[in-house]
């Protein structure tokens, strides 16, 4: 399959990315910094929140031979004011989405995050049609970008599989992450899965390895076709119990829940 992976020098792009071509994929790869040393596929330099660059992105891929779908991870991975994030997360979306209707590519797999429902309290199952709840203007811009694969779904007939990914690590370092890890090879298992289940339409799962204190629904992934292998209880001996371990685990974005993520939407004048 010839896939786009945006934030490809990121921590998940460069682990997809070896991950994908080791499974005999042809990977082009798009972040605005160059590439990693050791990137062996087509690579551009360019800002996923500018139309015009995802455009001629897009251009040279189908010269250079066409492009089946894309994997768009590039994005803040943390808090920062309202409009920063929809830039970061809405924008680049539209911007992709625009690009994969002119030119035909009929996939996308979307690295949306835990946090599109992190105010959400823990329950004996997080079930994948819990109604959206971010915990942070980084959840909102999750939601709202989940809200337009959806719309381009229905649209345009595009299969957009939206996975809301955990505590993507090496290995598990707080408490919390033994129930929300989801480790390298398993994220690869799960974006390889999106990317070849068939017909999948509009698709949300969850991005967590098969831990064993894990609460969130596997089942919609699993249906997809993602096997998840790994679990996390391997490490509870080096993970360390604190102060905080009680309050993180209330709601399924952990700190982003906490009273230190509250901040203004905007920037505004200073006080
Ligand atoms: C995420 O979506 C964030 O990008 C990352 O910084 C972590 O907070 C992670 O979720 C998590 O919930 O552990």
Redesign the pocket.
């Known amino acids: 399959m010839r896939v786009l992976v945006t934030g490809a020098a990121g921590s998940i792009g460069s682990v997809l990315c070896s991950g994908l071509v080791d499974r005999g994929h042809s990977v082009a790869g798009l972040d605005r910094v160059p590439e990693p040393e050791g990137f062996t596929g087509a690579w551009f330099t360019a800002d996923c929140a500018d139309p015009d660059a995802v455009e001629a992105v897009f251009t040279a891929c189908v010269k250079a031979g066409g492009l089946d779908a894309v994997v768009h991870l590039a994005g803040i ?2 808090e920062a004011s309202l409009p920063e994030e929809l830039t970061s997360h809405v924008v680049t979306t539209a911007a992709l989405l625009d690009a994969m209707v002119r030119h035909g590519v009929a996939r996308i797999v979307y ?1 949306s ?3 599109a429902v ?1 105010r959400t309290p823990r329950s004996d199952l997080l079930d994948t049609g819990a109604r959206p709840r971010p915990d942070t203007f ?1 959840g909102v811009a ?1 939601v709202a970008a989940e809200g337009l694969l959806s719309l381009y779904v229905d649209r345009h007939g595009l299969d957009a599989v939206a996975t809301r ?5 090496p290995q598990p370092e707080t408490t ?2 033994l129930a ?1 890890w989801l480790s390298h090879d398993d994220a690869v298992r799960m974006f390889e899965a999106c990317l070849t289940t068939p017909d999948p339409g509009f698709a949300v799962i969850y991005g967590v390895s098969a831990n064993t204190r894990g609460w969130w629904d596997l089942a919609p992934g699993r249906a997809l076709g993602y096997e998840p292998q790994d679990d996390a209880e391997r490490y509870v001996d080096v993970v360390h119990a604190t102060d905080t371990d009680e309050a993180e685990a209330a709601h399924v ?4 829940a906490m009273p230190q993520f509250e901040r203004p939407a905007l920037d505004g004048p200073a006080t």
């Open positions: 991975p943390t690295a995050s835990n946090h992190g980084y999750k990914i955990g505590s993507f690590l919390r992450a929300t974005g952990g700190v982003f």
